[in-house]
């Protein structure tokens, strides 16, 4: 699978998208060739072609419609096009318009409809503006009860989130306050063995089982699938691992999957996950994630018959929908630890196999810094649990190790960085490499090493897009501070990604997403 440089699509096709007819052949600029292509069109004329063709992007039609509310066919004109199509994101801003009277006539009825239309999508400020319609009957038939449900869920929002946020809904957008402290363990494993019964019950059920993680994979994600996957083995239910292709961030724990015997044909694709959702019951486990938008392939959601979410990841304004067990515990230090408790309680003697055994214990000691960040007694106790089993430290360890060239390109990353706030380091490279995202992530862990220095963030450039790595030692929450720019994660461990934008621009957006945060906790 490829990700076209001019449309953004995933493709399987060999050379040729679908979607915008790109042949990646014909391009000098990003996929040089052994031969020749006369008068090939560069890349970025190509995407510039492209962008003209699909017209404005969206939040530049909203600016253009709140531009001239006066008008009263604004939001029909900029709005109405990308809301049939099924934007979720344009479908809660025309029925704002609606509500309002905004560059619309006025219309409550449709103003509901547009809000349950983008709620159904899993569009959280919508689902909190569809409560308020059946809380006070405006558009709707008034049903307490059913805003009531609305409500449960922006709680179980601010839960997800650690427990020590309040979610206020201020005019059209939702804004958390609080957050700056870690979480607390929680010594009781009620809620562990309920939800391990409980996953045990539809693992049963269900005449399949997929398991998908995040985009660009990690040992936590990889390792967390792994253990997941034995336990559905186990209850004697198919099940096969979704994952498009090999990532360098697990590519010593990959290629032992792939080596080891009746593990070949365990993961598969996208396209081959959707044709077997086609029959029977299929029930989709998505293990370190729990937004849509990352997902290893979110068209899988839309045909699950039945989803779980495994997670320690604080929880966003955007959310799966219609989740039958949703286990997101920011207090656990990682997706490895959580899926390690629960299969104690699934399968009672659980026999595991050496790789899975090594990619529990590797995904909790990413997550921790080797037990230094994030550790509790429950994170012991699962490792203690995964050595008893047998899993191998030595084999663990293998899995850490980088070549020269990331070695080189992580120091150099950190000779790079500047201080900002007094305590703040900040560091941006080209990347080139193809592991880049594990070395910037590797160089913000680093970058917290200097003394006085309590978070760290590395920006990377690949192809047209930035990411950004964000750490803290605790006292400053960078979850809060990537969200500021679209991303999230957890109170010491989060990301972003910024589209079309320079490294210096980039900088400039996580300073002053930095300031916001800091002047809103003042």
Same mark, same amino acid.
């Given at each position: 699978?490829?990700? $076209?440089p001019? $449309?953004?699509?995933?493709n399987?096709a060999?050379?040729?998208? !679908?979607t ?5 052949t014909c391009?000098?600029?990003r996929y ?5 292509v006369?008068?090939?069109t560069p890349?970025h004329?190509?995407?510039r072609q492209?962008r003209?063709k699909?017209?404005?992007a969206? %939040?530049?039609? *909203?600016?253009?419609?709140l531009f001239?509310?006066d008008d009263?066919?604004a939001a029909?004109r900029c ?6 199509? =099924?934007?979720?994101t ?5 029925g704002i318009?609606?509500?309002?009277g905004?560059?619309?006539?006025k219309? +409550?009825v449709?103003a509901?409809q547009w ?5 159904r999508?899993g569009?959280? !400020? ?7 319609c059946?809380r006070f =009957?405006?558009?709707v ?8 449900e ?11 989130r650690g ?8 005019? +059209?957008?939702?804004?958390?306050y =609080?957050g700056?402290s870690a979480?607390?363990e929680?010594?009781t ?6 939800v391990?019964?409980?996953?045990? +019950?539809? @693992?049963e059920e269900a005449d399949r089982?997929l /398991?998908?993680? &995040?985009?660009n994979p990690d040992?936590?994600?990889f390792?967390?699938?792994?253990g997941?996957y ?7 239910k198919p099940a096969h691992i979704v ?5 360098p ?5 990959y290629?032992?999957v792939k080596?080891?015997?009746n593990?070949?044909d365990? /993961? ?6 959707l044709h077997q959702?086609k +029959?029977g019951?299929t029930?989709? @486990?998505l293990?370190?994630?729990? #937004?849509?938008s990352i ?8 045909t ?5 979410v495994?997670? &320690? ?6 959310q *799966?929908?219609h989740?039958?067990?949703?286990y997101?515990?920011p207090?656990a230090?990682?997706?490895s630890e %959580?899926?390690?408790e629960l299969?104690?309680y699934?399968?009672e ?7 899975e055994?090594? =990619?529990l214990f ?6 921790t810094k080797?037990?230094?960040v994030k550790t509790?007694v ?10 008893? $089993?047998?899993a191998?430290?030595?084999?663990v ?5 980088n070549? %020269? ?6 120091a150099? @990353?950190?000779?790079a960085a500047h201080?900002i706030?007094g305590?703040m380091? /900040? ?8 592991n880049?995202s ?7 862990d680093?970058l917290?090493?200097i003394r006085?220095i309590?978070?760290s963030?590395v920006?990377t450039?690949m192809?047209d897009q930035?990411? @950004?790595s964000a ?6 929450n960078v979850?809060?501070i990537?969200e500021?720019?679209g991303?999230?994660?957890h ?5 972003a990604?910024? #589209?079309q934008t320079?490294?210096?621009e980039a900088e ?11 002047e809103r906790?003042?």
């Open positions: 699978m490829w990700k $076209c001019v $449309c953004d699509q995933e399987t060999a050379t040729v998208c !679908p915008c007819g790109y042949d990646r391009d000098y600029e040089p060739t052994a031969f020749t006369k008068r090939a890349t004329t190509l995407r492209w003209e699909q017209g404005p969206l %939040m530049e039609l *909203v600016a253009e419609w001239d509310p009263g066919s029909e709005l109405r096009r990308p809301a049939d199509g =099924g934007d979720p344009a479908q809660y801003w025309l318009a609606c509500a309002r905004w560059g619309a006539k219309d +409550e449709q509901a809000f349950d239309k983008s709620a999508q569009y959280v !400020p919508a689902r909190l503006e569809l409560g308020n059946f =009957g405006v558009g038939d008034k049903d307490v009860y059913t805003a009531r609305y409500a449960r869920n922006a709680v179980e929002l601010a839960l997800g427990g020590d946020q309040a979610v206020i809904k201020n005019k +059209e957008k939702q804004i958390f =609080g700056n979480g607390t929680n010594n494993r009620v809620r562990a063995r309920l391990a019964y409980a996953l045990k +019950e539809m @693992i089982v /398991i998908m993680g &995040h985009a040992l936590d994600c390792g967390a699938a792994l997941l034995r336990a559905a083995a186990v209850l004697k994952m498009s292709d090999e990532h961030a697990v590519a010593d724990l290629q032992r080596n080891e015997r593990y070949g365990v /993961i598969i694709g996208k396209e081959q996950a959702m +029959e019951s029930l989709l @486990i293990a370190d994630v729990n #937004r849509p997902t290893q392939a979110p068209e899988l959601l839309k699950a018959d039945h989803i779980a495994i997670d &320690h990841h604080r929880s966003s304004e955007e *799966v929908e989740v039958d067990i949703s997101v515990e207090y230090s990682s997706a %959580m899926v390690t299969l104690q699934m399968v003697n659980l026999k595991l196999k050496q790789v055994m090594d =990619g590797a995904g909790i000691a990413l997550d080797n037990f230094t509790g429950r994170t012991f106790e699962a490792a203690a649990y995964l050595r008893r $089993c047998g191998d430290s030595v084999s360890r293998q899995m850490f190790k070549d %020269m060239e990331e070695y080189k390109a992580r150099g @990353i950190v000779s201080i706030n305590n380091a /900040i560091a941006g490279w080209k990347g080139g490499i193809e880049a594990a070395v910037a992530a590797q160089a913000a680093e917290l090493d006085g309590e978070s963030y920006l450039q192809g930035i990411n @950004i750490r803290s030692l605790g006292k400053i979850q809060l990537m500021e720019l991303g999230g994660g109170m010491t461990v989060a990301g990604q910024l #589209r320079s490294l210096e400039e957006k996580v300073v002053a997403a930095i300031q916001a945060v800091l906790k003042a």
